[in-house]
């Protein structure tokens, strides 16, 4: 059965770094996109970045394009985020999800296996 399950959330101050890590029991065969998502209290979820299974597409939210970077390593069956010049705004639950039949990775489709999430707070 499927599984994602994130780590590397934690406390950092602003301007400061963390990398997130999301990994697969299994990877899906054929076509499939891996992304991140956050929801902080009292707001909507929102897309931060995804990549495709093959790794050549990537995509990024506005809000954190120049200072995320998403990875993925096909033999740990690992998604790496890599989040630099860290906001107060960026704290939020991170979730790792999946979706089948992306060729060219987007954050608005429906992603169907999701982890558990993991807390990022960005704070003096």
């Known amino acids: 059965q499927l599984q994602l399950?994130?780590?590397?959330?934690?406390?950092?101050?602003?301007?400061g770094s963390l990398r997130l890590s999301c990994t697969a029991s299994i990877f899906r065969s054929g076509y499939y996109s891996i992304g991140w998502f956050r929801q902080a209290p009292g707001k909507e979820r929102e897309g931060v970045s995804c990549i495709s299974?093959?790794?050549?597409?990537?995509?990024?939210g506005d809000s954190v394009r120049g200072r995320f970077t998403?990875?993925?390593?096909?033999?740990?069956?690992?998604?790496?985020?890599q989040m630099d010049s860290l906001k107060p705004e960026d704290t939020a639950v991170y979730y790792c999800a999946t979706t089948p039949g992306q060729i060219v990775c987007s954050l608005t489709r429906a992603y169907d296996v999701w982890g558990q999430g993991t807390q990022v707070t960005v704070s003096s």
């Open 53 to 60: 299974g093959n790794g050549r597409s990537t995509n990024y």
């Open 5 to 15: 399950v994130e780590s590397g959330g934690g406390l950092v101050q602003p301007g």
């Open 70 to 81: 998403i990875s993925k390593d096909n033999a740990e069956n690992t998604v790496y985020l």
